[in-house]
């Protein structure tokens, strides 16, 4: 053991080592009198060996005990702001940890137990998800106050999520191609944001965020750059233009627009999103108890890709998600697939093969006397319960995207018929 008292000017140093390995402690003993400053080395080097064989805390979370919890919070969001995590971010973790902290009754540290938590998590009526968000902001804060040593572990450890699935107040829906067609004709100055949002999937946050300078219009393939400091996961993505999109922007684009001017003026909320819906006739709310709102528009683009035969890869990045399934199950609305034309694609198993070419020439405008060979394509054949019956994006057309049936002597090729907004 290294102890050593050293005066300094006026007043006495401490220095102390308690072993090889360990770091040199160099502490001032505010004193002049080395009595003094004898007794309080001696108090530090007791103190120092209780903290090693545990009899007492670490010194910074002796200190971090004594601060209230929202002073800990505050020192929290700052951190968060240094990282450069979005002000909507910060904004919502400060709401719902201070709710918490103040639903619960907790002053200090050691107030936070998990029992307290789960007892007033159980008396809340909040949905599954808003629970889920109360859980993940204090929990944020209590890793980062025992990531620096304020806490010696979070208390909310072993809390779990609540369960979501079957339990979400509100169900969005996606937009059929006919609603998206009546949604723009009845936008008026809001057409150039619902248009960019049903074939792109921005959030309404990042169209809020969106610059002229982020809009490749003059680009061979025109695409939008979408900055990381703007977007959910924090990553920047590139996204291409469909041919109706870059139409709109160039003529919304005001002369002269800057790089840093936003590309629109308002992004619409949920007052006037609804005001539009019931001036295309569309309601808000359908006859199941789905709602669309403006992320609807997300959900359309996802389901939208789904329909046009996008490879599953492919739509988890233009959706910009980090696992598929949450672009398969969660955003792409299983009601609106072309589950129609799919089952008609399929072959048959009871008809003989010259029966069935007959009838796909027939139902084609072709003669039946006519040969179909290898290469001919039976072109679209959308049921009416495609179109009708069953709530389809599916309009008619090809979109030259062919499937192969049958054997040898079968028809060997079809176009699937599908076309959707995306196209």
């Known amino acids: 053991m290294i102890r050593h008292l050293v005066k300094q000017g006026k007043n006495y140093r401490g220095r102390v080592r308690l072993s090889v390995g360990d770091k040199l402690v160099d502490k001032s003993l505010h004193t002049s009198d080395k009595q003094v400053a004898d007794k309080r080395l001696a108090d530090l080097v007791r103190q120092m060996e209780h903290e090693r064989e545990g009899f007492l805390p670490p010194k910074a979370i002796r200190e971090a005990a004594a601060r209230p919890l929202v002073d800990h919070l505050e020192d929290f969001i700052h951190y968060l702001e240094s990282r450069k995590r979005s002000a909507k971010y910060t904004s919502n973790m400060e709401h719902h940890a201070k709710a918490v902290i103040q ?5 200090y540290p050691k107030d936070v137990t998990a029992d307290s938590f789960q007892v007033w998590r159980t008396q809340q009526q909040k949905s599954a998800k808003t629970l889920n968000d109360y859980l993940a902001a204090i929990s944020g804060l209590l890793n980062w106050m025992q990531q620096f040593g304020r806490i010696p572990s979070n208390p909310l450890r072993a809390v779990g999520k609540v369960e979501t699935r079957g339990k979400e107040v509100r169900h969005r829906r996606a937009l059929t191609e006919d609603q ?3 949604l723009l004709a009845a936008a008026g100055e809001n057409k150039d944001v619902y248009i960019t949002a049903v074939y792109t999937g921005l959030r ?5 965020s969106l610059q002229w300078g982020d809009v490749k219009l003059d680009a061979v393939v025109p695409f939008l750059q979408v900055r990381a400091s703007t977007t959910k996961n924090h ?13 709109v922007l160039r003529e919304a684009k005001p002369t002269g627009a800057n790089d840093g001017d936003p590309v629109f003026k308002r992004v619409p909320r949920i007052y006037r999103f609804r005001s539009d819906l019931e001036r295309a006739g569309i309601p808000y709310k359908d006859g199941q108890g789905r709602v669309a709102d403006f992320h609807s528009l997300r959900y359309t683009f996802a389901t939208s890709l789904a329909n046009v035969g996008a490879p599953e890869r492919i739509a988890m990045e233009l959706m910009r998600h980090s696992d598929r399934r949450l672009t398969d199950k969660a955003y792409t609305d299983s009601q609106l697939l072309q589950t129609c034309s799919s089952i008609e694609a399929l072959p048959s198993y009871t008809q003989p093969p010259s029966q069935l070419a007959s009838q796909f020439a027939v139902a084609n405008g072709l003669s039946e006397s006519a040969a179909v060979t290898s ?3 039976a072109g679209s054949f959308n049921s009416s319960a495609n ?12 979109s030259g995207h062919k499937g192969e049936i049958g054997g040898p002597g079968r028809i060997r090729t079809y176009d ?6 995306l196209l």
Do not use: F, N, Y
């Open 375 to 377: 290469g001919v394509s």
């Open 180 to 182: 998206v067609r009546r």
């Open 387 to 398: 179109i009708g019956a069953s709530p389809c994006l599916a309009s008619s057309g090809t």
């Open 103 to 107: 639903g619960c009754g907790w002053k």
């Open 416 to 421: 699937q018929g599908i076309m959707s907004p």
């Open 204 to 208: 309404r946050a990042e169209l809020e």
């Open 235 to 247: 990553k920047s993505a590139l996204l291409p233009l469909h041919p109706d999109v870059v139409a």
